[in-house]
């Protein structure tokens, strides 16, 4: 299993930003995915997930209304657009596949 994100950045706050996570190793369209993130000198949460074969989501909500997480699974790649962001998404952003396998993380900063 091998988990790749990707399109962190800098942005200014109101800004946006995508995300992708592209996966390997496993039948992608099986599997529920999410991202989360951790912020300096916090626990890591959950900000987003989407299920399997219907495409479900939830959300944190604290996200809510200005991330959308979606799937295509002819690309094995799972996104996370991110809108009007504010300084508090400052993060690392992980992508995650149950049950316990993660990527990289890609760093987002968002600043003036």
């Known amino acids: 299993v091998q988990l790749v994100e990707s399109g962190g950045g800098l942005v200014q706050p109101g800004g946006s930003l995508r995300l992708s996570c592209t996966a390997s190793g496993f039948t992608f369209s099986f599997y529920d995915m999410s991202w989360y993130r951790q912020a300096p000198g916090k626990e890591r949460e959950l900000v987003a997930a989407?299920?399997?074969?219907?495409?479900?989501?939830n959300y944190a909500d604290s996200v809510k209304g200005r991330f959308t997480i979606s799937r295509e699974d002819s690309k094995n790649t799972v996104y996370l657009q991110m809108n009007n962001l504010k300084p508090e998404d400052t993060a690392v952003y992980y992508c995650?596949?149950?049950?316990?396998?993660w990527g990289q993380g890609t760093q987002v900063t968002v600043s003036s």
């Open positions: 995650r596949r149950p049950p316990n396998y």
């Open positions: 989407v299920k399997s074969l219907g495409g479900i989501t």
